[in-house]
């Protein structure tokens, strides 16, 4: 009898194992990882060229761990005439959502703005949203997007006016991130 239970436990724990393989091995050939994706990946993510400014220096991107949180950035630098640059920040907040959620949490809170001098308002592009804002007397503008409640992309410009900034915004192509 004791033998018998023993056989049907372990036949039971290996159709266990063969089900948690299968949902696992599905689950990352889906593209669905519990993991933030690594360095090589996330750069992909963002656009190689803005029309009209070329690539500033070397891309950048790593893998940050802190104690048991880790995420993924990425930062693609732009310039063009008459000292105008776009920085683009991108990060893959997979297994820290306590800092996607951090930096995210103010949005409703936020101010609408839209003055002369100022523009402060909410955006939605493809999806994805957030909050853009305008400083007319200095010509700086800046995106903010949350994309599938994982990723984080910033988007500045300094001497770059917003209309510019959602063009580039446009060159993403968020289905292939990572939901």
């Not at 940050?64 to 693609?76: D, H, V, W």
Request: aromatic share 14%.
């Amino acid at each position: 009898m004791i033998a018998l239970n023993f056989v049907q436990n372990i036949t039971h724990v290996k159709y266990l194992s063969i089900l948690f393989f299968f949902v696992l091995f599905f689950s990352n050939a889906l593209g669905q990882s519990n993991k933030a994706l690594p360095s090589e990946k996330i750069i992909k993510l963002i656009p190689d060229k803005i029309s009209g400014f070329y690539p500033n220096e070397e891309f950048k991107s790593k893998v940050i761990k802190l104690g048991n949180i880790q995420y993924s950035m990425a930062e693609k630098s732009f310039t063009a005439k008459r000292k105008r640059s776009i920085k683009i920040l991108l990060f893959d907040y997979k297994e820290a959502p306590v800092m996607y959620n951090q930096v995210t949490r103010n949005w409703n809170m936020f101010t609408l703005v839209e003055t002369d001098s100022l523009i402060v308002r909410p955006v939605e592009v493809k999806d994805c949203t957030g909050w853009e804002t305008y400083n007319v007397r200095k010509g700086n503008s800046q995106i903010l997007l949350g994309v599938y409640n994982r990723f984080f992309l910033t988007i500045e410009g300094t001497g770059v006016e917003l209309e510019v900034l959602k063009k580039v915004v446009l060159e993403f192509n968020f289905e292939k991130f990572s939901k």
